[in-house]
T-cell receptor, first 111, second 114 residues
Framework: SQQGEEDPQALSIQEGENATMNCSYK?????LQWYRQNSGRGLVHLIL?????REKHSGRLRVTLDTSKKSSSLLITASRAADTASYFCATDNQAGTALIFGKGTTLSVSS | GAGVSQSPRYKVAKRGQDVALRCDPISGHVSLFWYQQALGQGPEFLTYFQNEAQLDKSGLPSDRFFAERPEGSVSTLKIQRTQKEDSAVYLCASTLGTPYTEAFFGQGTRLTVV
């Protein structure tokens, strides 16, 4: 079963616009991670935010975490065509033995 | 190696055939995971190893699926008597320490059962 649920399922924007994706999860976590997957490729780690952090930045990425609402958001600013990919959030399971992924948001950035 | 390596990249199996998928994690990485990813879906957790110990196999869909990591490095996922519903991309990932850190993924093995 999947711990996280991303929203929206699909997002289409123009280059230069910002893209926001949300993730909700069900149980308490140690940290939350975001990954990107280009078509037909493996997943690439983007950013990790710990449960005691509220916001984290990495380049054009901004991640927030609200543990009271069990939700996180990923903001990509000034998007580029190369950002076109699927984005997944991942959290540890209750047993602490796995990273559990959501179903993902498919982002399409057109030039 | 520089990254997580999986082989083969593509595998076509006849229904009922046994298959073995290999994963070479990053050298020194303690944790290793296997995932199954259907088209348009997120990766579904299959199993987790910490060194050679299989600590979690709760995601294996049936007893036809078996994974091992005998020396705590290379891992093999074996699927016996493959069925059409086993068709998916099988992803392997490794982390330096616990599951709570950045995971490095291989390119995956695309299994098609005909």
């Amino acid at each position: 079963s999947q711990q996280g649920e991303e929203d929206p399922q699909a997002l289409s924007i123009q280059e230069g616009e910002n893209a926001t994706m949300n993730c909700s999860y069900k149980t308490s976590i140690n940290n939350l991670q975001w990954y990107r997957q280009n078509s037909g490729r493996g997943l690439v780690h983007l950013i990790l935010i710990r449960s005691n952090e509220r916001e984290k930045h990495s380049g054009r990425l901004r991640v927030t975490l609200d543990t009271s609402k069990k939700s996180s958001s990923l903001l990509i600013t000034a998007s580029r065509a190369a950002d076109t990919a699927s984005y997944f959030c991942a959290t540890d399971n209750q047993a602490g033995t796995a990273l559990i992924f959501g179903k993902g948001t498919t982002l399409s950035v057109s030039s | 190696g520089a990254g997580v390596s999986q082989s083969p990249r593509y595998k076509v199996a006849k229904r009922g055939q046994d298959v073995a998928l290999r994963c070479d994690p990053i050298s020194g990485h303690v944790s290793l995971f296997w995932y199954q990813q259907a088209l348009g879906q997120g990766p579904e957790f299959l199993t987790y190893f910490q060194n050679e110990a299989q600590l979690d196999k709760s995601g294996l869909p049936s007893d036809r699926f078996f994974a091992e990591r005998p020396e705590g490095s290379v891992s093999t996922l074996k699927i016996q008597r493959t069925q059409k519903e086993d068709s998916a991309v099988y992803l392997c990932a490794s982390t330096l320490g616990t599951p709570y850190t950045e995971a490095f993924f291989g390119q995956g093995t695309r299994l098609t059962v005909v």
